[in-house]
C-alpha cells in the first residue's frame, strides 16, 4: 500500500509496477501526482530545475523532457509545475489501477502486515507500506493573523489580490518567489515587500558545465568542513553553481558525519545560506523580480522578530525599523515544512502512538539507510520524512526515484 499519492507516491507506484507487482493501491484524498508541488493551475509557477532532471526513471532520465518536448519545451528549459502535475497524473493512470480517495488515518504493523484505518471508515490491509505523505503544513503565523480576511494563509489557493494593493509576502523562498512572478503576470500594480529573518533570496541558475564528479569533503566537524567547501568553491576553476551541483552526491555523507551538536549549529546558522545556493529560481523569475526592484515595487527585507497589528483596513507588520501598513498577507513559508512539526499529520500521529520515532532534530523520521522506520519491518517512509538522516537530498525528484526503486526492488 503506498500512502499518499503526491510526487513521491506515484514514484513510488510507478517503480512497484515496473518491478512487477500488480496487487497494490495508493492512498490519496486529491489527484494523482499532485501533492504541494505540482498542484498549481497557473502557468506563472515554474519547475525549479531543469526538464532534464525530472524523469520520473532514473534509467531513462530524459522521459519528462521526451513527454513535455511535443509542447516545444527543451530538456533545459525550466517548464510549468502544472506540466509536470500533467505528466505524473498520466503515468499513474497507466499504472495504478486502485485508489482509495481518503486519507489514512492510523497504520497498526503487526509481523505480518500492517492494518490501515482510513478518514472514510476503510479498514485495509498490506503486506508493506510506503509511507509517502510527504511535507507538512506550517502553522506558524496563523494562530496570529487567521483573525484577519487580508491574510492568506495558502498560497497555493488562488489568491485573489485587488491590483493596487500594497501586498507584505511571509518568505523569501522559492515559494515567496513564486508569489512575486505570479503578481508580475497578473499585472500587480501595488507595492510588494517580501520578509524573512535573513532577507535572503534564491540565487538565480545559470546554464554552467558541470564539473567532472569530485571525491567527497573529507571534514567530519561543522567549522574545518565549511572552510574545504568554500576553498573548494573558490578554486573549482568554474562557477560556484557548478560547485554545488558537484557537492550534492555527497551531502548526505557529509551530513551523517557531522555530531548533532554540528548538525543543529548548521541548521542555526549555515542553513539559509546553503539553501539559497543550492535551491535556485529560474532566471526568468529572477530577471522579473530585478526589473520590480529597480522600479522599487519590490521589497526584500530582513526581520528577525515580526510581530503584527491587525486593523480591518490593514495588518501592520512590526519589528523593522518602522512599522509598515499592508491591505495583503500571504503566507509563503514552509511550503516543504517537515511533517513531524505539524500535530495534525500522519507521521506526528504515529510518533504519538509509538509506532515511529522522531528525529532527534524534528525533521523527520528515525528511518535506517533503506528508508524502513526504525523497528518496523513494514512501514517505509519516501521522501521528506527521510530527513534529519539524510539531509536535504531527500525532497527532489532524482532523490525521491532512487528511493522508490529501491522500495519496488525489496518488496517485488
Ligand atoms: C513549491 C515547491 C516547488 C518545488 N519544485 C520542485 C522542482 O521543480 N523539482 C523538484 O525536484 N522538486 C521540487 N520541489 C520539491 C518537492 O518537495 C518534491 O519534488 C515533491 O513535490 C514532494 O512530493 P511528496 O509526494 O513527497 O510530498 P507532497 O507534495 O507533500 O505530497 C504528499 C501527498 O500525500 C498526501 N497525504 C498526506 N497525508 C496523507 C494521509 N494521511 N493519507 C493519504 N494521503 C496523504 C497528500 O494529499 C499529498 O498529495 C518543490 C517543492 C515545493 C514545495
Redo the contacts with the bound molecule.
Sequence with gaps: MI?????????AALHVRAAGVDSFAV??????G???????VEPA?????RAH??SAYGDDPEHFAHWIAPTGASNKD?VQ?VS?GAYLTEQAESAVTDVFA????SLQPDDEGVDIM??DGRHLRAEHVAL?????HNRTYESVLSASPRFHPDP?ADVDIPSTDDVLILGTG??AV?MVVLLAARSHRGRITMVSRRGLLPLPHKDVPPLPPIDPPTAETLGPLVREIREFAAHCGADWRAAVDALRPHTNTVWAKLSLADQRRFLRSFLRFWEAHRHRMPEVSADIMSQMREKDQLRVVAVRHPSFVIADEFIELRGGSVPVRFAQVVNCTG??TP?VQDPF??PSRLVEEGIAERDPLGLGLVVRQNGMLSGQERITA????RRGRLFWET????E?RKQAARFAARVA
Excluded: K, Q, W
Design positions: 500512502v499518499g499519492g503526491g510526487a513521491s507516491g506515484v514514484l492512498i490519496e484524498p486529491g489527484a494523482l499532485h501533492g504541494v508541488a505540482f498542484g498549481t509557477h515554474l519547475l525549479n530545475v532532471a525530472m525550466f509545475r509536470y481518503t486519507t489514512a488515518d482510513c478518514a509517502a505523505t510527504g511535507h507538512g497555493f522559492l515559494t513564486d511550503a516543504a511533517a499529520s500522519l519516501i521522501g521528506s520524512l525532497i527532489a525528484i532524482p525521491i
